[in-house]
């Protein structure tokens, strides 16, 4: 891996309720999954690392719009990322504001190997509906699959399905896509029929349950790669099992 491979992360949440400790929670959940982690710097204008001392009450002092503003490392060499921000809900499910939290990170081996419970921690904290960990270069494919053309409706790439708009979604659990790594609430399990021992026996094989019930599901051992012929295969037939992700099924 090259440093300059990135895993992008987001996690979907009920909006923020006044200083609401899920923003400080996520980031402690992310500190707690990855050996050695301290995100207590703040960037300036400038792009240079300031340190928070105080790092917990500064986030929820400049709680603002719905999210808070981005916290790293401090180190240029290895750079994590955190930040959280609202999405409308004018672009959301059932016209509710959702709280979302972002995270980039470094995709090598000790961030592969925490990945999984990165993800959990972050989902977690935040009470997340759902949320996903996918490298940079996937998610430019999966973003695809949303993206209306000039023409209209989406044109995915390598044979991937047309997902609907946010806003079209029936419900804020429902997952809106897949990514490498997947965190289903209990909701969201419930929502798109997961688990069935029978059919779901591969997914089971790369899950983890969480500890509010909910589900981390992973689609392939190494980091998703859609040039592999079997990593895309897999993300295809995942697709296939569940319907209800992006909102392709029968109303």
């Not at 719009?65 to 916290?71: A, H, K, T, Y």
């Not at 790293?72 to 959280?84: L, M």
């Not at 430019?140 to 047309?162: E, K, N």
Request: charge should be neutral; aromatic fraction near 8%.
């Amino acid at each position: 891996m090259t440093a300059r491979k990135r895993l992008g992360l987001i996690v979907y949440a009920p909006a923020l309720v006044g200083r609401d400790r899920r923003t400080i929670e996520s980031v402690h959940g992310m500190e707690k999954a990855l050996p050695g982690l301290r995100l207590e710097w703040r960037l300036s204008n400038g792009g240079r690392p300031i340190a928070l001392p105080l790092r917990d009450g500064w986030i929820l002092e400049k709680i603002e719009d719905g999210g808070f503003p981005l916290v790293c490392n401090g180190d240029q060499g290895f750079p994590v990322t955190v930040w959280g921000r609202e999405r409308s809900g004018l672009f959301s499910p059932g016209g509710q504001d959702l709280f979302e939290v972002h995270a980039k990170l470094p995709l090598n081996k000790p961030v592969i190997e925490s990945a999984a419970a990165v993800l959990e921690g972050v989902a977690e904290g935040a009470r997340a509906l759902w949320g996903e960990a996918t490298p940079d270069d996937a998610a430019v494919d999966i973003a695809y699959q949303t993206a209306p053309t000039l023409a209209g409706p989406p044109s995915p790439r390598r044979g991937l399905p047309a997902l609907k708009l946010f806003e079209h979604i029936r419900a804020p659990e429902i997952p809106y896509y897949l990514g490498w790594l997947n965190y289903w609430s209990a909701a969201a399990a419930r929502a798109i029929g997961f688990p069935d021992p029978t059919r779901d026996a591969e997914l089971l094989s790369r899950a983890r349950r969480t500890a509010s019930g909910g589900w981390v599901v992973q689609l392939t051992d190494a980091p998703l790669d859609l040039d592999n012929p079997a990593h895309l295969d897999m993300l295809k037939r995942t697709y296939e099992r569940f319907p209800e992700i992006g909102g392709r099924a029968a109303p």
